[in-house]
């Protein structure tokens, strides 16, 4: 049986994010941070296909995420 994984309560998110940015947080800032997260792993696992499979590989390995990692940083840099 797979395990139910707990996410942070909203509130905790966006204390978070308010203590690491020392700006205010607008009411749904952790959604959009949220999305933006899943906007950046979709095209890191993009990038990281399109290399393993240029280099021969049949799936995608640590060593080939590292690789494509900080050009896909440099995208979302903001």
Same mark, same amino acid.
């Given at each position: 049986?797979?395990a139910v994984q707990k ?7 966006? !204390?978070?994010?308010?203590?690491? /940015?020392?700006? *205010?947080?607008? &009411? %749904? ?16 696992? !993009?990038?990281?296909?399109?290399? /393993?499979?240029? *280099?021969?590989? &049949? %799936? ?10 900080e050009k896909t940083l ?5």
């Open positions: 049986m797979a996410l942070y309560p909203r509130g905790t998110v966006k !204390r978070i994010v308010k203590a690491h /940015s020392n700006r *205010s947080v607008s &009411k %749904n800032a952790d959604i959009l941070i949220f999305l933006d997260y899943m906007l950046f792993m979709q095209d890191l696992m !993009r990038e990281a296909s399109i290399r /393993s499979r240029k *280099s021969g590989e &049949k %799936n995608i390995s640590a060593n080939t995420v590292r690789k494509v990692t440099r995208k979302f840099q903001g």
